[in-house]
């Protein structure tokens, strides 16, 4: 199946610090990507829909100014936390899909667990 | 609104006993419905899919189950074993204007299976 990767897997910051989130899809083009936020013992929330090459689409109650999302390239989503606070601890996941060969599947890049200290 | 309700949020068997986990979702035009488990820490492993024109779905011990006209879908794991024990999540497409669809997930089933 197809990959994607994400990095950090793990990062911790200081509050007020802002943090870098990368999604790369590593075998395939994808033009949408998603970005998911999980706290302990809870289910996927979306967050926001990457759109290479334009804004993204942020679900309600998500802060864009707070959560910046670039999709610049084919293969590249970024999730930029500003002004992290302890409460933004969570592990944030994306996911990409492949539409070679008429898929529509999603794959899910590894995860990053973020702590605001 | 977009939404997908999953139960049970928890539910215990005993090892080769069957478990069946059931979903329903908001939007009549969602066309995808997957299935993921997911172990602490790790990302969510997509275990089986159905698409809306298909009714049924199995592999091997897995199966899923799709009433459109409900709009509900369960899974189904016969002959379950103690390393089936994971958190598995439901999720349903929901469309986005000329952007294909996006997953919503239900809120989780925590399977433990018993030796």
């Known amino acids: 199946g197809a990959v994607v990767s994400q990095h950090p897997s793990w990062v911790i910051c200081k509050s007020g610090t802002s943090v870098k989130i990368e999604c790369r899809s590593l075998?395939?083009?994808?033009?949408?990507m998603f970005w998911y936020r999980q706290f302990p013992k809870q289910s996927l929330m979306l967050m926001a829909t990457?759109?290479?090459?334009?804004?993204?689409?942020?679900e309600q109650g998500v802060e864009k100014d707070k959560f910046l999302i670039n999709h610049a390239s084919l293969t590249l989503s970024t999730l930029t936390v500003t002004s992290a606070h302890p409460e933004d601890s969570s592990f944030y996941i994306c996911?990409?899909?492949?539409?070679?060969?008429?898929?529509?599947?999603?794959?899910f890049g590894e995860g990053s667990w973020l702590t605001v200290v | 609104g977009e939404n997908v309700e999953q139960h049970p949020s928890t539910l215990s068997v005993q090892e080769g006993d069957s478990a069946v986990i059931k979903c329903t979702y908001s939007?009549?035009?969602?066309?995808?419905f997957p299935w993921y488990k997911q172990e602490l820490g790790k990302r969510p492993q997509l275990i089986i899919d159905?698409?809306?024109?298909?009714g049924e779905k199995k592999d091997q011990r897995i199966a899923v189950t799709l009433n459109k006209t409900a709009k509900h879908f369960s899974l189904h794991i016969t002959e379950t074993q103690p390393e089936d024990s994971a958190v598995y999540f439901c999720a349903a497409t929901f469309q986005i204007y000329n952007q294909g669809g996006k997953l919503i997930f239900g809120q989780g089933t925590e399977l433990s299976v018993k030796p």
């Open positions: 075998d395939f083009q994808a033009t949408t």
């Open positions: 159905i698409r809306s024109n298909v």
């Open positions: 990457s759109n290479e090459g334009s804004k993204a689409t942020y």
């Open positions: 939007d009549s035009a969602s066309n995808y």
């Open positions: 996911s990409a899909r492949d539409q070679r060969n008429s898929g529509n599947t999603i794959y």
